[in-house]
């Protein structure tokens, strides 16, 4: 079945200092994939929509200058969290799709815990 | 855009017996709805779809139904078992543009199955 990988499962880092999260369709070409971020006992909350070869369309209230998304291949697309602070610690998850309406297999997380 | 409701936000069951968790959606042209499945600290894991040609959709203990009129959907579970204790996510996918879509995630139900 699509496998979509996601790394590093989790990382911890000083604040002020930048992290990059990739996420990675394995054996399909995703053409769009979604960003999420969870607090604990929350909900999957949408961040952004990454679009291969186009910029990403970011949530309400999520600052783009801040996570920044990168999708430059129909298997690759990167998160990183610039300046990093105590606030921004949350769990990760990326997902992907190779078509329209099919399923979303999503990534394990990163889990983010920033000091 | 897209508003998903879920309900209940907590459940407790007897083992045995029936969990039912019902969603509501705005968007009209939504056509794929998506449940997940998550276990503490883990990425969801799809369960069970529909899409908006079929009324309902059956596998094994699972079931879920769609009243497209009414623009809701609900997942059954049936026996229910220990392991079936985590935390549920209904979804909704609706077209957004500029040829992307968007999964809209309910805030979740979580479900404790008590032996």
């Known amino acids: 079945g699509a496998v979509v990988s996601q790394h590093p499962s989790w990382v911890i880092c000083k604040s002020g200092t930048s992290v990059k999260i990739e996420c990675r369709s394995l054996d399909f070409q995703a053409t769009t994939m979604f960003w999420y971020r969870q607090f604990p006992k929350q909900s999957l909350m949408l961040m952004a929509t990454?679009?291969?070869?186009?910029?990403?369309?970011?949530e309400q209230g999520v600052e783009k200058d801040k996570f920044l998304i990168n999708h430059a291949s129909l298997t690759l697309s990167t998160l990183t969290v610039t300046s990093a602070h105590p606030e921004d610690s949350s769990f990760y998850i990326c997902?992907?799709?190779?078509?329209?309406?099919?399923?979303?297999?999503f990534g394990n997380g990163t889990r983010l815990t920033v000091t | 855009g897209e508003n998903v409701e879920q309900h209940p936000s907590t459940l407790s069951v007897q083992e045995g017996d029936s969990a039912v968790i019902k969603c509501t959606y705005s968007d009209s042209a939504s056509n794929y709805f998506p449940w997940y499945k998550q276990e503490l600290g883990k990425r969801p894991q799809l369960i069970i779809d529909i899409r908006s040609n079929v009324g309902e959709k059956k596998d094994q203990r699972i079931a879920v139904t769609l009243n497209k009129t009414a623009k809701h959907f609900s997942l059954h579970i049936t026996e229910t078992q220990p392991e079936d204790s985590a935390v549920y996510f209904c979804?909704?996918?609706?077209?957004?543009?500029?040829?992307?879509?968007?999964?809209?995630f309910g805030k979740g139900t979580k479900l404790s199955v008590i032996p």
């Open positions: 997902s992907a799709s190779g078509q329209l309406n099919s399923p979303l297999h």
């Open positions: 990454s679009n291969e070869g186009s910029k990403a369309t970011y």
């Open positions: 979804a909704a996918l609706a077209y957004s543009g500029a040829g992307s879509y968007q999964l809209t």
